[in-house]
């Protein structure tokens, strides 16, 4: 505690944030000089980057504690947001972006007079770095992206802290410091090849080291209860055997025009500082130490898997560990105010990102029983009125269980804890349904195999939570339909409830998309971006839908955007460029990025794709013009991009058959340039800000009932591209939003799906004609001339295992449909910008402000802290 009087001489020397040019340049130049060593004679772009960085970051931490010490005088509740996953992507031009600070906001310093009224800091920024002789452009792209996380999880995650910053919640997300995030992908031969990402090889400006908070983590060891206690339900002391410290590091999360700035907060792991003396003294000093440097393994690598649960004893570590440091840090935080256990739920809310951090519900009930001496029965109240759960998937191969003997190996304890939380739910459950044995098994949280038993995560999530969400419609009916259908007869169908996901347009419309966004708010009159915190004001552009002045100008936006792919696909390329320039305007961009997975039927597009190709060649050899078939077969290009899981082996064939037939079709002299196929290697987040804005039409071709949302597809709509889509996920809610006519639905309901299975393996189904052609081109060696039986296993999933994602029901369907967006595309140009823009005007919905807001009303009963 700092004496009263010395603050007098702390507050004349109070930092102040840079608000002009003149300032950023002082602390731009001082960090090139401080921070980095460097100067004048050696600041290169790489410097520029980290420099710049920590001049922004200065302003940044000091919004950030101001902040923190607002959420802690205001004492509201607070929203701890728990993700394994956090895809942020780059920070640089996203705090520029935000740090534009709202004129009516009475907490920012003087100098933020410059940063408004259409002043921005980014604008300002690149001012100030021509003049010190740097372009922003090439100073952005030397930031590594941040890639801790796989996919939409992740994504989403990411989203979630900027609306919540935005919205000035008092929330944290809790997190893992992978020191490699996700693997980089390299296309060799056609192969996807992982290759590690060195994120941090380069200091990272953006992570604040908390070496001061260490939170000792145990795993193994057994249980010891006293003599006098005689059950696993009263106070038992947990004896660890391996220790290892959880170190914080703090990631400042800037609102958008706002000067809250809350915090991500991620662990790593190092070893502790007490030695083994045994081990020395017998003289194995080198054993020891090598023994203790492996307490960093725990948190080196993300595991790579998309909506696949490996089951692998590492995770559980990562999982556990975690957990307990990001509890550790909640519990410590409330007991400085000395409030009685009972009000804990009032004071926290936790939302747990899928069952990955389930261990915490069970966390928390031990701290309370074993260490704080609560009564086990107001314990669990306490933890079920705390936690929250966010289901992502139906999907059976993502849904996790641990092998008893392993959890109980790690967490001898935890596992103790567990078999009583089943064993009360147990016992609930009996009392309302007597005698329903069946029943009692099917949701118990030990699933009984005949070699092994199972805890079943996701079970043990529900019954530690007060809520249950899916994260769209028609995934949190499914949900209460089948995977959880027992647990509506138990609980009530209130305890389940849906929030579907949004996406934040700060980065995926502004900061991706900076021509769309100055063409939004010049015609709907915003000149101060309002619109991006309140969507609702996009449908001013409806207006506009029809207006030929305007759609030229949209159009043009749209073919600015196509270009800027298309040079990075050039780059990418090696220097060749694929794409026709002369012709890019009549040039249907038809993109499908995300993981590859076989239920996202990445497959279903390239089959479409060839079977393009073959029409047209058949068409040439039946004697039909060139011209005739560009009549028929529009330019196209059909762009894909993702990573598979590096054991998935059907999508890494999948992606080897894409880049197979792109081989073919980009050298086949013939079809005079009309197709083109790319696989965009690395497919990451700061390339998504590059492809998203470029797309005419993009896929999101699920089998039914399988995409629990997606939200790739909400990025798409929302830069003005159509989508071709199954009726499955947000789908769903998109086609609503924005109307029927405005997206090209296509394909089987999920209600039919089960059938259609069923019939795949009891009925002898046939193929659809094209299919048969395409399969039959695929078998030949057509695309693997080398090897013809290289893609045998992806036909042979279809014609002979029972086609499980229904690729052949959808098939002609799928056609059917891209012939229409062609005959649109190329005969109505009109028509296309039409449903373009009325796409957009109408996607205000799928804001990641609008998705929190319900979290915070129906879920965690949390309010905002404003700024004064
Ligand atoms: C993941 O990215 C998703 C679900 C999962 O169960 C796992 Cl392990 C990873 C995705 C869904 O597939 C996607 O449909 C959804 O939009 C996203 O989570 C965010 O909810």
């Known amino acids: 505690k700092i004496p009263v009087q010395s603050r007098e001489l702390w507050n004349k020397h109070k930092v102040r944030k840079f608000g002009t040019a003149e300032e950023f340049e002082e602390k731009f130049i001082s960090h090139v000089e401080w921070t980095l060593a460097r100067s004048l004679y050696n600041c290169d772009d790489l410097a520029a980057y980290q420099a710049t960085s920590q001049s922004v970051r200065d302003n940044l931490v000091i919004d950030w504690n101001k902040t923190q010490q607002r959420q802690t005088a205001r004492d509201g509740k607070k929203v701890y947001y728990l993700s394994l996953e956090f895809l942020m992507g780059r920070a640089l031009d996203n705090a520029l972006i935000n740090m534009r600070t709202d004129t009516s906001s009475q907490d920012v310093g003087p100098t933020d007079e410059t940063l408004t009224k259409g002043n921005t800091a980014r604008e300002m920024i690149r001012n100030a770095m021509k003049d010190l002789g740097f372009k922003l452009e090439d100073v952005l792209e030397q930031e590594p992206d941040a890639a801790l996380g796989n996919g939409g999880l992740g994504r989403l995650a990411a989203c979630f802290v900027d609306s919540l910053a935005t919205g000035n919640y008092p929330a944290w997300g809790y997190g893992l410091r992978y020191q490699y995030g996700i693997f980089a992908q390299k296309i060799i031969d056609g192969y996807q090849v992982e290759t590690p990402d060195y994120w941090l090889n380069f200091s990272n400006p953006w992570e604040i080291e908390r070496s001061e908070i260490q939170v000792p983590i145990n795993f193994y060891g057994y249980v010891h209860r006293p003599e006098s206690e005689k059950t696993t339900t009263s106070p038992s002391d947990w004896i660890g055997g391996e220790r290892v410290l959880a170190m914080a590091h703090d990631m400042p999360i800037p609102g958008f025009k706002t000067p809250t700035v809350n915090n991500l907060r991620l662990w790593s792991a190092k070893p502790t500082t007490e030695f083994d003396f045994s081990k020395f003294n017998n003289g194995d000093y080198k054993n020891s130490v090598e023994q203790q440097q492996r307490a960093e393994s725990i948190t080196a690598v993300l595991y790579p898997n998309d909506n696949f649960d490996q089951g692998k004893e590492l995770r559980l570590k990562q999982q556990y560990f975690w957990c307990a440091a990001s509890l550790h840090d909640i519990v410590r935080r409330f007991k400085k105010n000395k409030r009685p256990?009972?009000?804990?739920?009032?004071?926290?809310?936790?939302?747990?990102?899928?069952?990955?951090?389930?261990?915490?519900?069970?966390?928390?009930?031990?701290?309370?029983?074993?260490?704080?001496?609560?009564?086990?029965?107001?314990?669990?109240?306490?933890?079920?009125?705390?936690?929250?759960?966010?289901?992502?998937?139906?999907?059976?191969?993502?849904?996790?269980?641990?092998?008893?003997?392993?959890?109980?190996?790690?967490?001898?304890?935890?596992?103790?804890?567990?078999?009583?939380?089943?064993?009360?739910?147990?016992?609930?459950?009996?009392?309302?349904?007597?005698?329903?044995?069946?029943?009692?098994?099917?949701?118990?949280?030990?699933?009984?195999?005949?070699?092994?038993?199972?805890?079943?995560?996701?079970?043990?999530?529900?019954?530690?939570?007060?809520?249950?969400?899916?994260?769209?419609?028609?995934?949190?009916?499914?949900?209460?339909?089948?995977?959880?259908?027992?647990?509506?007869?138990?609980?009530?169908?209130?305890?389940?409830?849906?929030?579907?996901?949004?996406?934040?347009?700060?980065?995926?419309?502004?900061?991706?998309?900076?021509?769309?966004?100055?063409?939004?708010?010049?015609?709907?009159?915003?000149?101060?971006?309002?619109?991006?915190?309140?969507?609702?004001?996009?449908?001013?552009?409806?207006?506009?839908?029809?207006?030929?002045?305007?759609?030229?100008?949209?159009?043009?936006?749209?073919?600015?955007?196509?270009?800027?792919?298309?040079?990075?696909?050039?780059?990418?390329?090696?220097?060749?460029?694929?794409?026709?320039?002369?012709?890019?305007?009549?040039?249907?961009?038809?993109i499908q990025v995300k993981r590859i997975h076989e239920y996202k039927r990445q497959q279903l597009n390239i089959f479409g794709v060839i079977n393009r190709y073959l029409?047209?060649?058949?068409?040439?050899?039946?004697?039909?013009?060139?011209?005739?078939?560009?009549?028929?077969?529009?330019?196209?290009?059909?762009?894909?991009?993702?990573?598979?899981?590096?054991?998935?082996y059907m999508a890494k064939l999948i992606i080897k058959l894409v880049n197979s037939v792109a081989e073919v079709v980009n050298n086949d002299a013939e079809i005079c340039d009309l197709l083109k196929v790319f696989f965009i290697p690395d497919y990451n987040v700061s390339k998504a800000e590059i492809i998203t804005p470029a797309s005419d039409l993009s896929e999101h071709i699920s089998t039914a009932g399988t995409?629990?949302?997606?939200?790739?597809?909400?990025?798409?709509?929302?830069?003005?591209?159509?989508?071709?889509?199954?009726?499955?996920?947000?789908?769903?809610?998109?086609?609503?939003?924005?109307?029927?006519?405005?997206?090209?639905?296509?394909?089987?309901?999920?209600?039919?799906?089960?059938?259609?299975?069923?019939?795949?393996?009891?009925?002898?189904?046939?193929?659809?004609?094209?299919?048969?052609?395409?399969?039959?081109?695929?078998?030949?060696?057509?695309?693997?001339?080398?090897?013809?039986?290289?893609?045998?296993?992806?036909?042979?999933?279809?014609?002979?295992?029972?086609?499980?994602?229904?690729?052949?029901?959808?098939?002609?369907?799928?056609?059917?449909?891209?012939d229409l967006v062609d005959q649109v595309y190329h005969k109505d140009k009109k028509e296309w910008l039409k449903k373009s823009i009325l796409s957009v005007a109408n996607v205000g919905f799928f804001s990641s402000d609008r998705c929190i807001e319900e979290y915070a009303e129906t879920i965690w009963n949390a309010e905002p802290v404003k700024p004064e």
């Open 341 to 590: 256990w009972s009000e804990f739920p009032d004071a926290i809310a936790i939302q747990l990102n899928d069952t990955h951090p389930t261990l915490a519900i069970v966390e928390l009930q031990r701290v309370l029983v074993d260490l704080e001496k609560l009564d086990w029965h107001k314990a669990w109240d306490i933890v079920t009125k705390t936690f929250a759960y966010t289901n992502h998937t139906v999907m059976q191969e993502a849904l996790e269980k641990w092998p008893v003997g392993l959890l109980g190996h790690l967490l001898p304890r935890h596992l103790e804890i567990i078999y009583d939380i089943n064993w009360f739910f147990l016992q609930s459950v009996e009392k309302k349904f007597p005698h329903d044995m069946d029943l009692l098994s099917r949701v118990s949280v030990i699933e009984e195999g005949s070699q092994e038993r199972y805890v079943r995560m996701a079970f043990l999530a529900i019954i530690g939570s007060h809520k249950v969400n899916g994260v769209a419609e028609l995934h949190s009916d499914l949900i209460k339909s089948t995977i959880f259908q027992d647990f509506v007869k138990v609980y009530g169908a209130n305890k389940f409830t849906n929030v579907t996901n949004g996406i934040t347009p700060r980065r995926w419309l502004k900061q991706a998309n900076p021509k769309l966004a100055e063409l939004i708010s010049e015609t709907i009159n915003d000149p101060n971006d309002d619109y991006l915190l309140d969507m609702s004001k996009l449908t001013e552009l409806a207006k506009y839908a029809e207006d030929e002045a305007f759609q030229k100008k949209w159009n043009d936006v749209k073919q600015f955007n196509k270009s800027r792919l298309a040079d990075l696909i050039k780059r990418l390329n090696n220097g060749v460029d694929i794409i026709d320039r002369d012709h890019i305007r009549n040039t249907l961009f038809d």
């Open 707 to 818: 995409e629990a949302s997606g939200t790739s597809n909400m990025k798409f709509v929302m830069n003005g591209g159509l989508i071709i889509g199954t009726v499955d996920g947000a789908n769903v809610e998109i086609t609503r939003e924005i109307g029927e006519d405005n997206i090209f639905l296509f394909g089987n309901l999920s209600e039919n799906v089960e059938e259609l299975r069923y019939n795949h393996q009891f009925q002898n189904t046939s193929l659809p004609e094209a299919l048969v052609k395409v399969l039959n081109a695929v078998e030949s060696g057509a695309f693997s001339p080398q090897n013809a039986s290289e893609f045998r296993p992806l036909i042979d999933s279809i014609k002979h295992q029972g086609d499980y994602y229904l690729v052949s029901d959808d098939f002609d369907s799928y056609v059917a449909t891209q």
């Open 615 to 648: 029409c047209m060649k058949e068409m040439l050899q039946s004697g039909s013009s060139i011209d005739e078939v560009a009549e028929r077969y529009p330019r196209k290009v059909s762009i894909f991009g993702g990573k598979s899981a590096p054991g998935y």
